[in-house]
Structures are given as structure tokens and as C-alpha cells.
């Protein structure tokens, strides 16, 4: 099962080959990206939206350096073995890509998805690589969050707990 998981783990270029595939069959490819640190159900519920709008979701997720820089030298708290075999078991992930900069624009320009999608504390036309996909006719959408479940929320109960 977890050689079934493993395949989803991919390269930049092997990424993008199997993107142009799917496009040239006509297939829709949505792209999203983050930490997806400590996994809870708003973050299942995105993906699982952002999945609803294509026909494949590739996932671009912060390597551990990027989400230090990003989060603090307490971030992040799942190594990124973890953090990519979780997303990777979703059966509504296609694709899992580590990106080392602080913003997904250098993978989005090489990967062109159809679709890219953030959560709703974002506006569409700030999206990091909007312009690339907005430029190739594609679409830039935002997601609603699920009240009350966040990454920031689960690690203050934990700390709270102690």
C-alpha cells in the first residue's frame, strides 16, 4: 500500500510530464499549495473542494526549511516525510511536490496547471503565480474555511494541554 502512496511523491519534472499529459487529454489540473503541518478536517475539506473543481490535484508542499522560514523555528512540527506521505494518501491528491522557496511561483510557471486555488484569507489577484495561470487562460479561485479548525488552533490546545 504505501508503494501505492510513494508514487504520488514527485519530482518537478516528472510533475510536470504528468500535468501535460492530462492536458493534452483534456483533463483539468488543479494546483494548490502549503505546509500542511498538523493535518485536521479544514484541511481535508479544501483539498477535497479544490479536488471537486478538476480532474487531478496536485499539491506543492513547503519543504521543512521553507516552513521555518515562513513559520518559526518551532515549524514544522510533522517532518516532511510525514507531511508528504499524509498527503499522498488522500485518494484525492494526485501528486505531491516539494518546493525549497518561500512561494510556489517557480514551480506553478513550470507546472501550468488549469486551476490554482488558496483558501478565502486570500484575494485571487495576490495568489502567488495568478499571473502565470490567469495568462494562460486558466482559473484562480479561493476556498472557504472551515470555521474554527486551523493549524495555529491545534498547536494552542496542544501547548495547552501540558
Not at 479544501?46 to 519543504?63: E, F, I, Q
Not at 523555528?73 to 518546493?99: C, G, K, M, W
Not at 502567488?128 to 495555529?152: E, N, R
Amino acid at each position: 500500500m504505501l508503494s501505492t502512496i510513494s508514487k504520488k511523491l514527485t519530482t518537478w519534472d516528472h510533475a510536470s510530464l504528468q500535468i501535460q499529459r492530462w492536458q493534452a487529454s483534456g483533463e483539468q489540473v488543479v494546483f494548490t499549495n502549503g505546509c500542511f503541518d498538523l493535518i485536521h478536517y479544514g484541511h481535508i475539506a479544501y483539498l477535497a473542494a479544490a479536488r471537486a473543481l478538476g480532474d487531478h490535484l496536485v499539491v506543492g508542499l513547503n519543504s521543512a526549511d521553507s516552513v521555518r522560514r515562513l513559520k518559526g523555528q518551532h515549524r514544522p512540527i510533522n517532518d516532511e516525510l510525514t507531511r508528504q506521505y499524509t498527503l499522498a494518501s488522500f485518494e484525492f491528491v494526485d501528486l505531491v511536490v516539494i518546493f525549497e522557496e518561500d512561494t510556489p511561483h517557480e514551480l506553478i510557471q513550470r507546472l501550468l496547471p488549469d486551476i490554482l486555488v488558496k483558501g478565502g484569507d486570500y484575494n485571487p489577484e495576490n495568489i502567488v503565480g495568478a499571473d502565470l495561470v490567469l495568462g494562460k487562460g486558466g482559473k484562480v479561485l479561493t476556498l472557504p474555511f472551515v470555521d474554527g479548525y486551523s493549524t495555529t488552533n491545534v498547536e494552542e490546545k496542544i501547548k495547552n494541554q501540558r
